[in-house]
């Protein structure tokens, strides 16, 4: 652990996580409802791309800045190595953003979309981890529980994808025979006239 660093108790650790949960869960919700609320069906997703970067702006750059300066005594040194992998993150999670939408612009939906995103972001990550840094005893050392999980996330999110419940069907409108809306009614003074 880094100096500085202060060590959780208890579980506080599990309520930042369920709040990143619940934030990430509303991620592509809010996404599609901002691409659909920007009115422009040809460049709406990328002009709501565009606000989710002035957040990212707010809550990455501005809180930073005034939680680092307010804890006072503050390095405020940034060495190359934390920078580049920082900014790979950035670029990943941006990416990773765009990709949400471009797949919402492709006709994907929030459920099915979303579901495929973190039934194999986990996957993901525990592969990338394992190469990274490999487990002492290597592969083999792995218990098959995890496997198991990595197959029952991915299965997980299948589940989720054929499975969900559709949206109920627009309201229907009562139609006029065509006929009928053709014909203009006639007015006071032609009924006479006939």
């Known amino acids: 652990m880094a100096s500085g660093e202060s060590v959780g108790t208890g579980f506080a650790w599990l309520a930042f996580a369920l709040t990143a949960v619940v934030a990430w869960g509303l991620y592509g919700i809010l996404l599609h409802s901002g691409q659909a609320g920007m009115a422009d069906p040809v460049n709406g997703r990328y002009k709501a791309f565009l606000f989710v970067?002035?957040?990212y702006f707010f809550t990455a750059i501005l809180a930073p800045v005034v939680w680092l300066?307010?804890?006072g005594g503050t390095s405020w040194s940034f060495p190359a190595t934390g920078m580049l992998w920082s900014l790979l993150a950035g670029v990943a999670g941006a990416a990773g953003a765009f990709g949400v939408l471009l797949a919402f612009g492709a006709r994907g939906t929030p459920p099915v979309v979303m579901s495929i995103v973190f039934a194999g972001a986990p996957?993901?990550?525990?592969?990338?981890a394992l190469l990274l840094q490999p487990p002492a005893g290597?592969?083999?050392?792995?218990?098959w529980p995890f496997f198991a999980g990595i197959l029952l996330a991915a299965l997980g999110g299948c589940l989720v994808i054929l499975?969900?419940?559709n949206p109920p069907p627009p309201p229907s409108r009562s139609v006029q025979p065509a006929a009928a809306a053709r014909v203009p009614a006639p007015t006071p003074g032609q009924a006479e006239l006939h």
């Open 138 to 143: 290597g592969w083999r050392g792995i218990h």
């Open 123 to 128: 996957v993901v990550n525990a592969v990338v």
């Open 53 to 55: 970067g002035v957040a």
């Open 163 to 165: 499975y969900k419940p």
């Open 69 to 71: 300066a307010a804890r």
